[in-house]
């Protein structure tokens, strides 16, 4: 009796190790369900006690208490947040287009002199250092007395640079800093992408007579879109949330020069109010013009689809 009931719990847990095995579906939400736990516990719902924050008033000392919309009212007559939102923009006008030129030049430029993994590994030390000590060490090499590209400005005839100090420099001087940090990391993402670009297709592009130029724009280009995408809506986030670098060298000066919308939010935080719900809502501000902004970029470069499977 005990050997039967054993060989029909057997059975049965055979069975559904074979429904499991046999169901992609199934099978694909068990390997994604630790991360999709993590997501959750991390992520989501932290995201949703945010927005329900944003609509109270709470310093951290006691309960918060319902407000409504007065914290968006708030931060929406706050020439302050405008200011950050502003300046925001303007680093990533500054970032992106020179980060993405020069990676899509470092890419072509590995694609065609050399496949090294020492090389590739050379280009991403940037990335992996973190961002407090990349941004000390700018810190230093910038500085206005001591630092050694002064001294070296100063020495061919240009002059000393204030770059951190000065109003007019600092956001492009953060801009460069982080320039310096990515492209190399983004350059390998693109090469990756060059690698599945069939060779076949140059080859026929070079027979009709086709020059560099032309080849560029009308194969790597189109084909390294999905790529290109990736990488362009990603620094684009990540340069909305630019905080660490500009912590560490200018604090949000010189006279607010630098003060971005994550500053923004910190200062209201930690500094200037101790308001939760001012920072969280300008945080569900920053969230929404973040996602209107992938949402039109994914649009604009057709990320979902790539022109590779016409040749496939």
């Known amino acids: 009796m005990t050997v039967n009931a054993s060989t029909r719990q057997t059975g ?3 069975r559904i190790l074979n429904t499991i095995s046999n169901n ?15 997501f959750t516990a991390f992520f989501a719902v932290p995201a949703v006690r945010s927005i329900f924050i944003s609509f109270t008033e709470w310093n ?3 309960d918060p208490e319902w407000v409504g919309l007065a914290n968006y009212q708030d931060i929406f007559a706050d020439e302050r947040f405008w200011r950050s939102l ?28 050399s496949n090294s993994a020492i090389f590739r590994s050379i280009m991403i030390l ?5 961002n407090v000590i990349v941004a000390s060490l700018f810190l230093w090499l910038l500085d206005p007395t001591l630092g050694i590209v002064n001294i070296v400005l100063d020495a061919v005839g240009i002059g000393k640079q204030g770059f951190f100090g000065l109003p007019d420099q600092a956001i492009a001087t953060i801009a460069g800093v982080n320039i310096w940090r990515h492209m190399g990391y983004n350059a390998v993402l693109l090469f990756a992408g060059l ?26 280009l189109p084909l390294l879109r999905p790529v290109l995408a990736f990488v362009i809506i990603t620094s684009v986030i990540g340069s909305f949330q630019i905080f660490d670098t500009i912590a560490v060298t200018t604090q949000g000066g010189p006279a607010g020069a630098t ?49 590779l499977a016409e040749y496939s």
Request: charged share 15%; aromatic share 12%; no cysteine.
């Open 12 to 14: 049965f847990l055979s």
């Open 24 to 38: 992609e579906a199934i099978l694909g939400l068990i390997f994604v369900l630790p991360s999709l736990i993590g």
């Open 60 to 62: 951290l000392l006691r």
């Open 86 to 113: 502003t300046i925001t923009i303007s680093y990533v006008l500054w970032n992106i287009p020179i980060q993405t030129v020069l990676a899509v030049i470092m890419a072509l430029l590995m694609n065609r002199v």
């Open 126 to 130: 940037p990335w992996l250092m973190p």
């Open 195 to 220: 690698k599945t670009i069939p060779t076949s297709l140059y080859e026929a592009a070079t027979v009709d007579g086709a020059n560099a130029s032309t080849r560029f724009f009308r194969i790597t």
């Open 259 to 307: 003060r971005t919308i994550i500053f923004y939010i910190y200062q209201e935080v930690f500094e200037r109010r101790i308001s939760m719900g001012t920072a969280t809502a300008a945080s569900t501000v920053l969230f929404l013009i973040l996602v209107t902004i992938t949402l039109i970029q994914n649009r604009f470069f057709r990320s979902d689809r790539s022109d």
